[in-house]
């Protein structure tokens, strides 16, 4: 009897990879009109969602809530500041910037949010998101 190899759909992190490739290309699609990629959302919307809870947001703030690496998000965010979505001013400490996202970034956050919103209703399965979520959640604590 031949030993049967188990095949790449057969192994949870090619599958997650190609799920997380799929989701990427559908969101980029959606976020043209916004002249945005997903890692750019995703940055602009972290800021926005941190400004509402933090009279502070640096740039560490935001790719600590993110997970992201700080360098590339200083990279965004001088994008951004460039494109007028974030302003930076002296923060509190002498060695980093305070964000204040802009009002066009912060109408930009908000109708990108909205047209995500939709997309990720059509593409996760309503009847599975609580238990999708928890499990994702407990994936990211590993």
């Known amino acids: 009897m ?28 959606e976020l043209k009109e916004f002249d945005l990629t997903q890692a750019e959302y995703y940055q602009l919307a972290s800021l926005f969602w941190l400004s509402q809870h933090q009279e502070e947001v640096t740039q560490t703030d935001i790719a600590k809530f993110a997970d992201t690496i ?21 923060g509190s400490d002498s060695r980093s910037k305070s964000l204040s996202i802009t009002d066009n970034g912060e109408h930009i956050a908000i109708q990108a949010t909205a047209k995500l919103n939709c997309l990720n209703e059509q593409f996760f399965d309503k009847d599975d ?12 604590t590993k």
């Open 2 to 29: 031949r030993n049967k190899r188990l095949g790449p759909d057969n192994y949870a992190s090619f599958l997650i990879w190609q799920v997380a490739n799929k989701w990427e290309k559908r969101v980029n699609s």
């Open 70 to 90: 700080p360098m590339n998000t200083s990279k965004i965010m001088t994008k951004f500041e460039k494109k007028g979505l974030v302003k930076r001013v002296a």
């Open 129 to 140: 998101d609580r238990n999708f979520l928890n499990h994702l959640k407990y994936l990211k």
